[in-house]
C-alpha cells in the first residue's frame, strides 16, 4: 500500500473543512444526488463516501477509500477552473487516489454511462 507523505493541517483548518463537507453533504446537486442513488451501498462492488475530506486538503465528491478511487461530479463551475482542477487531480494522485471526473450533464442525461465510468475505474483500481 503507498504511504501517504505526512501533511500538516491545522486544526482549524480541519474544522473548516468538516463542517463544509458537512454542509455539501446536505447540499448536494441534482447531478451528485442522481449519482448516489447510483453508488451507494456498495452496490459497485466497494463503498463510497459523500463530501469526504481527502488528505486534510480536499473535499471529493465521493470516495472508496478501499480501492482510493475519489470521483468529481463537475458541473458549469469546473469549466472555469480546469487548470486548477488538474492541479488538484495531480496532488490528489500523488497521495495514491485515482480521480474520475464526470461531467454533470452526463450524469443526469445519461446515468448508465456515469456509473460505467466509476466502476472501470473501481475494477482498474483493484487490479
Avoid at 33 to 54: D, K
Avoid at 79 to 106: F, N, Q, S, T, Y
Wanted: glycine residues 6%; contains cysteine; positive net charge.
Amino acid at each position: 500500500m503507498l504511504r501517504q507523505p505526512a501533511i500538516r493541517i491545522s486544526p482549524h483548518r480541519k474544522v473548516q473543512l468538516s463542517e463544509r463537507a458537512c454542509h455539501m453533504r446536505a447540499k448536494m446537486t441534482r447531478s451528485e444526488a442522481a449519482l448516489w442513488q447510483a453508488i451507494r451501498r456498495g452496490e459497485l462492488g466497494t463503498v463510497f463516501r459523500r463530501q469526504v475530506v481527502i488528505g486534510g486538503m480536499f473535499i471529493a465528491d465521493f470516495a472508496a477509500p478501499a480501492v482510493r478511487v475519489i470521483v468529481e461530479v463537475d458541473g458549469e463551475y469546473h469549466g472555469l477552473r480546469a487548470a486548477a482542477d488538474a492541479r488538484r487531480d495531480r496532488k490528489l494522485e500523488r497521495l495514491g487516489w485515482r480521480v474520475v471526473r464526470l461531467e454533470a450533464e452526463v450524469v443526469l442525461r445519461n446515468l448508465p454511462a456515469a456509473v460505467a465510468a466509476v466502476l472501470a475505474a473501481v475494477e482498474a483500481a483493484g487490479r
